[in-house]
């Protein structure tokens, strides 16, 4: 399973907000490390290989610790659940669904934000007043997943600057290649968060405080509106798969790998999956390419960088000692990110060399701004029932757009923009 990068709050059924749960007295720092750690992954396809090297590794460091991993598929949902019950392991990647005023009802603090932003990045997703409660597995650049070669076949030898550009590449592919210009991934969903995470493309570090400082997000010229247009025209003309409720994640990346699809709007983390998928395929890994989201300002492309999952302590763990030595071997010792092909979250590590296309293309890397109130636009989208990083949305929009669901992309728009206004409305009351 591949991670899936959210770079905010999904709208969520279960109530997370229940009982806030009390921190027991043993602290996350402080004595030797020893005991049995539970640390929940949602990295199934790793948990038998490389997280066995990881734990042979750390209980070297560590030989009084015992480490076991549970890997679980549907991490979001399952783990989610779990958040309520206080059974959620040791160490966790932080579900989306958790908002910044929650963190300290689940999770215990590691310390001062501005003192660990002198060794780290990507801190501001799970920061609240001033306080720490995850460490950034690793950083992605947000873009456009494609394959080199076929885009070549079709003609095509410059990046797109502008949405329109990118619809046009799109129908030359499609004209002149047997490739699918474009994959959904429609029915597992998630990745049409992956469309939420370009946010920041157009080099506005305070979007996501415009957004909540708006009545009307989806109006013509806003990033909200250019984004989701986009992806409506991409399936509105026939550009993406025939039936999209009939896609599949893990086949995607053969699709792409081998050049039977051609692109897929997804967070940098997927390039070194994507390229052992062209491998796997028979085919060369240097296809796999990617792309600044197709929008310029004063002739640069901008790409938004966060961090992807974050590890933190369940506040109610018996080991917190050996659960914090393992969130800071993981982040400083274990060389995942690197693995990954993927930006380590200390400061001075270098960027991956799966970023080069990047390079190349001189895109400017942003961080967005942390906003004043942290928790305000989760506590709108959740309230408007607008889950901007999840799927729901998104796949009700490509439906109207390949005629499956009433309405038009206007009435859709205007539908959004009315759930977030009332919304934004009763939060700040």
Not at 81 to 95: A, E, H, Q
Not at 367 to 378: G, I, V
């Amino acid at each position: 399973m591949a991670r899936k990068h959210i770079a905010g709050v999904a709208v969520v059924t279960v109530a997370l907000a229940l009982t806030g749960c009390s921190a027991s007295n043993n602290s996350a720092s402080g004595g030797e490390p020893s005991g049995d750690i539970t640390v929940l992954t949602n990295r199934t396809d790793l948990v038998d290989t490389t997280f066995k090297d990881y734990k042979k590794a750390f209980e070297k460091k560590y030989p009084k610790v015992n480490v076991k991993f549970e890997a679980i598929t549907d991490y979001e949902g399952e783990v989610t659940t779990r958040l309520s019950t206080g059974d959620y392991g040791d160490v966790l990647g932080i579900p989306a669904s958790v908002t910044p005023s929650q963190l300290p009802q689940f999770f215990e603090p590691l310390g001062d934000t501005s003192d660990m932003k002198k060794k780290y990045r990507f801190l501001n997703d799970k920061s609240y007043d001033g306080k720490q409660y995850g460490l950034p597995t690793f950083g992605n650049a947000n873009g456009i997943l494609y394959n080199k070669r076929i885009w070549k076949e079709a003609g095509v030898t410059d990046l797109p600057k502008t949405p329109d550009e990118f619809i046009a590449d799109l129908k030359l592919i499609k004209e002149k290649t047997d490739a699918i210009p474009y994959y959904t991934n429609y029915k597992d969903g998630w990745p049409l968060g992956s469309w939420q995470g370009q946010q920041g493309f157009s080099g506005d570090t305070g979007v996501v405080t415009d957004r909540d400082k708006s009545d009307a997000p989806w109006s013509k010229g806003s990033e909200q509106y250019i984004t989701d247009a986009l992806l409506f025209d991409v399936v509105k003309d026939k550009l993406s798969e025939d039936d999209p409720t009939t896609t599949a994640w893990e086949g995607s990346k053969a699709l792409i790998g081998s050049g039977k699809a051609a692109t897929a709007v997804l967070g940098s983390w997927a390039i070194s999956q994507f390229q052992q998928a062209a491998k796997d395929a028979g085919a060369d890994p240097a296809d796999i390419g990617y792309m600044p989201f197709p929008y310029q300002k004063d002739g640069e492309f901008h790409s938004a960088i966060g961090g992807d999952f974050n590890n933190a302590i369940n506040i109610n763990s018996k080991n917190k000692v050996a659960a914090r030595a393992w969130v800071d071997w993981f982040t400083n010792d274990s060389g995942f990110a690197q693995s990954q092909g993927a930006i380590p979250a200390q400061v001075d590590a270098p960027n991956p060399s799966t970023l080069q296309d990047f390079t190349d293309a001189k895109v400017k890397l942003v961080e967005l701004d942390k906003a004043a109130n942290p928790s305000l636009d989760s506590d709108i989208y959740n309230k408007a029932q607008i889950d901007l990083f999840g799927n729901v949305y998104r796949q009700k929009l490509v439906d109207i757009a390949r005629g499956a669901a009433d309405g038009d992309m206007n009435s859709y728009f205007s539908q959004l923009n009315k759930e977030w206004a009332d919304a934004r409305t009763k939060v700040k009351s």
